[in-house]
């Protein structure tokens, strides 16, 4: 995190103690809102207010969890305890769990997550298909966050999908209300039924909670408007902490037009821009503020710092995907090699691999760029999406690879021996489970114990020794398969042997995204072969092999990165991330991958881009542009992959916006050409060809 000053600076301080009318702060980015909110719960308490009358709603439990701990420090454990710091569905819940009986919903009613609902939903309107079912979820959801009833819906309705869709909506509700179940839009919807429905239950909620902060304004739907409203009444007072630049979440039900209605509804509204930005350096302030200049503004704000102007804002033309993630790799290794100036670390030394980030719009951006990185032994991590580790056909193949170096990994074997399904049920392993339990042996020794014939029936043990005979065949194998060249055909001739090709066609409806998970196999089959011929590795367990090795070794080498993978936030690894998943994070050094036209902001050729959706575009643009701290490389393609086409591609309008001819001049000729020089050698090391 960027550091800020100890004390408060005026602006901040003018919103810690604005305490008796409703309140908008509006936080740039960087400008430390979090830092706002808990001082005033601080200020709050100073001037009289108990803990528990002091609600602080943010968006998702981890935000909420960085308050309450900023807050404990600030106001002391005894008093942090009480204090009613959540989420909004966390606080629907309370409000349910205390006084949903009004509305006839029991105190331990069900809270369905999203699969539930999805079975529910395929109940309720009679199909099978689970991609229509997705499709009334996702509308459904829709409706709800604007507050509409499966009834005002129908009116609604633009066409047969929504036409039925409500009509669906209506039959699961019933369902909901005979199984006492909510689902998570419920938890925002029914609090506010209550509130605006009994009196009472009004009263006591709007007495208990005297002072609500909500942390991401810019964020609520029009549902969570209005059940704030609710919550602190006609004259109430609250803490609305938020930017309308930074609002990106149209596309499930955010509305900004909550920023523009509250003025409106709340005249004695006093509104406090805080500008001073602590996080990134001038250059890149500049682009960011010339970007979201275009936008029509509701309130007025301009972010600056104290940290000067910094390295100029960098572009850089890429032939396509594949040249792209390239440069992006050297970027990141040219700063590393060249650790001087606004490329050194807080502590003067070179940055670390968790001081990169890589942006995208969409998240099948980052395919090339985990390749890139996975050949360049570069250790990553992927937010908001979906990392090639995570990806269940490498999972499934992962579980295999575990068995081979592991045989008592019993989750492994639970994997590999349904993945693909060879005929061997849920019954015949719960009985195995069972008896592996009785005798304190793992599932693997359990196949070859003579009294197992005591628990299933020699059809049963049949198919279960001619997996365990298998598996120790392919160990075998795997144990004395050496080198790439050996590797690749011994790997595809499992693969073959196991039909997990046909078995991922016959899991899906869809061909092409059967294609698309085989082609991430073969990915992944080549990745384990290059690692096999003994080209230098770092597997993030610090071990240097520069011998070729056997497939064995390499599955070794699998369970160590899955388990860094398992580890959580403190690993050193370069992010790559969506730029919805990035806001409210920050990095030293950021690139903006794929800035085109078409992909940011993203149209598909059929649609027109109607005014509203290119403002939140260009939000998301200022969003990128924002998260960077010292250093910011935008690339854009010149050709691109459209289905099985190469097209002629063009630089995102959002690229000339940032107005970067103007500041390119300050930079100085020879720090540039050194990382120039810095980029150029690791491009090179880059594209060595794999030995082996």
């Known amino acids: 995190m960027a550091a800020e000053p100890a004390t408060l600076n005026p602006a901040q301080m003018a919103a810690v103690n604005h305490l008796h009318s409703p309140c908008l702060v509006l936080a740039g980015a960087g400008s430390g809102k979090t830092r706002v909110i808990t001082h005033k719960i601080a200020r709050l308490l100073q001037v009289g207010l108990k803990p528990e009358q002091i609600a602080a709603i943010t968006f998702t439990n981890k935000a909420a969890q960085e308050m309450r701990e900023r807050a404990r420090s600030l106001v002391g454990a ?153 919550m602190v009444g006609e004259q109430g007072v609250f803490t609305a902490v938020g930017d309308d630049d930074q609002s990106i979440y149209g596309w499930r039900g955010a509305t900004i037009d909550n920023l523009k209605r509250l003025p409106q509804d709340y005249p004695k509204l006093k509104v406090i821009p805080l500008e001073q930005n602590y996080r990134s350096t001038g250059a890149i302030l500049a682009a960011a503020n010339n970007v979201i200049a275009l936008n029509p503004k509701i309130f007025q704000k301009k972010l600056w710092s104290e940290f000067g102007e910094g390295e100029p804002v960098r572009v850089v033309e890429c032939d396509q995907e594949e040249h792209e993630a390239e440069r992006a790799v050297a970027r990141i290794q040219g700063i590393r090699a060249n650790a001087t100036g606004a490329y050194t670390g807080a502590d003067g030394k070179p940055p670390e691999w968790a001081d990169f980030a890589i942006l995208y719009r969409a998240n099948h951006q980052s395919r090339k760029l985990e390749e890139a990185l996975r050949k360049a032994q570069i250790p990553y991590k992927v937010s ?250 935008v690339s854009t393609l010149l050709r691109q992959k459209r289905g099985r086409e190469i097209k002629r591609a063009l630089p995102s309008r959002f690229i000339a916006e940032m107005k970067l001819d103007e500041r390119t001049a300050k930079e100085d000729p020879r720090e540039k050409l050194k990382a120039l020089r810095a980029e150029f050698a690791a491009r090179a090391a880059l594209n060595k060809p794999d030995k082996g």
């Open 78 to 230: 005894r008093a942090a305890k009480h204090l009613v710091i959540a989420t909004f569905h966390a606080l629907g819940v309370r409000m349910l769990r205390e006084d949903g009986e009004r509305l006839g919903l029991k105190p331990k009613f069900s809270i369905l997550d999203s699969d539930d609902v999805l079975g529910v939903l395929r109940d309720a309107g009679g199909t099978t298909d689970a991609q229509l079912a997705r499709r009334w979820q996702w509308t459904i959801s829709l409706w709800k966050n604007n507050g509409l009833t499966w009834a005002q819906a129908e009116a609604a309705a633009k066409d047969e999908h929504e036409h039925l869709a409500a009509r669906v909506m209506k039959l699961y509700q019933e369902r909901l209300s005979a199984y006492q179940a909510v689902d998570f839009d419920d938890l925002i919807g029914l609090p506010l039924k209550l509130l605006q429905s009994d009196e009472a239950t009004r009263t006591k909620w709007q007495t208990l909670l005297r002072h609500v902060l909500v942390d991401e304004y810019q964020d609520t739907n029009a549902t969570q408007y209005d059940l704030l409203k609710a």
């Open 384 to 633: 908001g999406g979906q990392s090639f580790f995570d990806r269940a056909e490498i999972k499934d193949l992962c579980a295999w690879l575990r068995l081979l170096v592991n045989q008592d990994d019993d989750p492994a074997f639970l994997r590999a021996i349904t993945t693909p399904k060879r005929g061997i049920g849920h019954t015949t392993l719960g009985s195995l489970g069972e008896f592996a339990g009785k005798w304190k042996v793992s599932l693997f020794e359990a196949l070859f114990q003579e009294s197992l014939g005591t628990v299933l029936s020699k059809k049963a043990i049949g198919s279960l020794h001619e997996f365990g005979r298998y598996v120790n065949d392919l160990e075998d194998k795997a144990r004395h398969t050496v080198g790439m060249e050996a590797a690749r055909p011994m790997l595809m001739t499992w693969l073959m042997e196991i039909g997990y090709e046909q078995s991922l066609h016959d899991g899906e409806d869809n061909d092409k995204i059967a294609a698309a998970r085989w082609s991430n196999v073969i990915d992944f089959i080549d990745w384990i072969a290059r690692r096999c011929g003994g080209q230098i590795a770092n597997d993030g367990s610090g071990h240097v092999e520069t011998e070729p090795r056997s497939v064995l070794d390499v599955a070794q080498t699998i369970s160590v990165i899955l388990s860094l993978a398992e580890r959580g936030e403190d690993q050193n690894m370069v992010t790559l991330s969506t730029l919805h998943a990035s806001k409210g994070l920050e990095w030293p050094h950021v690139v903006l991958a794929g800035i085109n036209e078409g992909t940011l902001p993203f149209k598909r050729e059929e649609e027109d881009m109607t005014p509203e959706r290119l403002e939140e575009e260009r939000r998301l643009m200022y969003v990128g542009i924002t998260r960077a701290r010292r250093t910011l490389m």
